[in-house]
């Protein structure tokens, strides 16, 4: 489900993460809500809490839940929610004023406070915003101009254009990536390989559906057909390295496992703009064994 004009207007262009998901179509799908707990970003079960705090209920009231995690100069990186929906405003606005609670003024924006120390604000009946207040004011800063959105970011706008019909998705950029990546490989980071590939890894996309069980879809954007060979290695390594302490249940999952690197090319008119996004092929290999 693609971001509304509400949200993108709030995420500004520093983005390392964004993780979006339709809960409209969650909902409508079995496997998808009995595995919720399971494959949700932890990120946004935190979220989920924090919404349920001011009598929003995510499975009846929210649409789309996406999390963005930007940078913020010397205030490091920032999370900010925003949750699209059918809410009820008034509600909230009269339960807020029963309650004696002021909102806070940043501009033309009325901040609420929410449980965890976070605050939240309207940005249209539809459309509500959350994070800490830090986290919060640099999203309005970015929606009401004072800094760049998300769309002059064309690397992260590119990459989400090719992934956001999924139920959830996810975008991320170099750094992102290589953090993702050294999580995933475990040991395997370790290796004199991945120090040499990590700087030629541009970004990565996935989706996450449920028509068929769980089905985890990855791009890896590198700069050559070479460090998409490397990484490909690297991962059958992190496979193997991850079996080595697996319980019996973990190998079995393991060994099930078909592991893709899409390559992709992709050349620079400069560091902050894409020139063309070119898929040259498509390399897999079974799980190691």
Do not use: H
């Not at 500004?12 to 993780?19: C, F, K, L, R």
């Not at 990536?177 to 490989?185: D, E, G, I």
């Not at 290796?191 to 890894?201: F, N, P």
């Not at 302490?245 to 099930?256: G, I, Q, R, W, Y």
């Amino acid at each position: 489900m693609p971001l509304g004009s509400s949200a993108r207007t709030v995420i500004p262009s520093d983005i390392q993460q964004i993780i979006s998901v339709d809960y409209r179509a969650l909902k409508n799908s079995d496997t998808a809500m009995a595995l919720k707990q399971q494959v949700l970003p932890e990120n946004l079960k935190e979220f989920e809490g924090v919404l349920k705090s001011v009598g929003i209920n995510p499975d009846k009231d929210v649409e789309q839940l996406t999390f963005a995690a930007y940078r913020s100069g010397k205030q490091g990186m920032r999370v900010v929610g925003v949750a699209q929906g059918q809410f009820s405003t008034k509600t909230f606005l009269k339960k807020m004023r029963l309650n004696k609670v002021r909102p806070v003024k940043y501009r033309n924006s009325a901040m609420y406070p929410m449980s965890g120390g976070m605050q939240m604000t309207f940005l249209d009946e539809d459309t509500l915003l959350f994070g800490d207040s830090g986290a919060v004011k640099g999203a309005l800063d970015a929606r009401d101009g004072y800094t760049s959105t998300v769309d002059s970011n064309s690397q992260i706008v590119d990459m989400m254009g090719s992934v956001d019909s999924g139920t959830v998705w996810s975008v991320l950029d170099q750094q992102g990536t290589q953090n993702m990546l050294r999580s995933a490989l475990g040991d395997a980071a370790r290796l004199a390989d991945y120090e040499t590939v990590k700087k030629r890894i541009l970004g990565s996309r996935y989706t996450m559906g449920f028509s068929n069980g769980v089905n985890f879809d990855l791009d890896v954007v590198t700069s050559d057909s070479v460090t998409a060979t490397t990484l490909s290695s690297l991962v059958k390594a992190g496979m193997l390295y991850k079996k080595m302490t697996a319980t019996a249940a973990e190998k079995m999952a393991l060994d099930s496992v078909r592991c893709c690197t899409r390559i992709c090319l992709r050349r620079y008119r400069s560091r902050a703009a894409a020139d063309a996004v070119t898929p040259r092929r498509r390399r897999c290999f079974a799980g190691a064994s």
